[in-house]
T-cell receptor, first 112, second 114 residues
Framework: AQKVTQAQTEISVVEKEDVTLDCVYE???????LFWYKQPPSGELVFLIR??????QNEISGRYSWNFQKSTSSFNFTITASQVVDSAVYFC?????????FGSGTKLNVKP | DGGITQSPKYLFRKEGQNVTLSCEQN?????MYWYRQDPGQGLRLIYY???????QKGDIAEGYSVSREKKESFPLTVTSAQKNPTAFYLC?????????????FGPGTRLTVT
């Protein structure tokens, strides 16, 4: 069965702190894709990253970085030096052949 | 600009009425999707379509219907059979539904049924 677990329901940090959002997934597929999306208060989901199961290199994009570890079935997302504009709900998702499986999301509150 | 349009942003209906949510994309994407989001929860797939004139049920299709007569349009009808229709509805599209491409989302429609 395909499943994505985001155990952190809500996280609050003070601006400039680093924060890591956890994502653990379950799949029996040998080839799969993982995604992260950001949902700001406006509601629209914004695509952040797509990673295939054969590429375990960490990815960095500005203040964002992702740590993919197949051994622990995790795809964690770190925001360095968080800003108030990072406040949103973040979703991790797993592609299961024509269907996305979303986690329940982690709400990040960044306080000034 | 290319993107996905959903209208209206807020929709109010009386119980027992059918209501149709609009979704239009000009990204030339083959695949389109409808999701439902309830407060504090993730997204659940209602219906998806990989090509014109074809669509498949997702995990929670009961009480919903769709059509895909044009590539750019994928309207969702919430019927009176849907027992708890109040929710936030998101439409998405991707280049090709048969491959693991990222999905792009519209701004959503918040439906309230009383």
């Amino acid at each position: 069965a395909q499943k994505v677990t985001q155990a952190q329901t809500e996280i609050s940090v003070v601006e400039k702190e680093d924060v890591t959002l956890d994502c653990v997934y379950e799949t029996r597929d040998t080839t799969y894709y993982l995604f992260w999306y950001k949902q700001p208060p406006s509601g629209e989901l914004v695509f952040l990253i797509r990673r295939n199961s054969f590429d375990e290199q960490n990815e960095i994009s500005g203040r964002y970085s992702w740590n993919f570890q197949k051994s622990t079935s995790s795809f964690n997302f770190t925001i360095t030096a968080s800003q108030v504009v990072d406040s949103a709900v973040y979703f991790c998702a797993l592609d299961g052949f024509n269907k996305f499986y979303f986690g329940s999301g982690t709400k990040l509150n960044v306080k000034p | 600009d290319g993107g996905i349009t959903q209208s209206p942003k807020y929709l109010f209906r009386k119980e027992g009425q059918n209501v149709t949510l609009s979704c239009e994309q000009n990204l030339n994407h083959d695949a389109m999707y409808w999701y439902r989001q309830d407060p504090g929860q993730g997204l659940r797939l209602i219906y998806y379509s990989q090509i014109v004139n074809d669509f498949q049920k997702g995990d929670i299709a009961e009480g919903y219907s769709v059509s895909r007569e044009k590539k750019e349009s994928f309207p969702l009808t919430v019927t009176s059979a849907q027992k708890n229709p109040t929710a936030f509805y998101l439409c998405a599209s991707s280049i090709d539904g048969t491959a693991s491409y990222e999905q792009y989302f519209g701004p959503g429609t918040r439906l309230t049924v009383t």
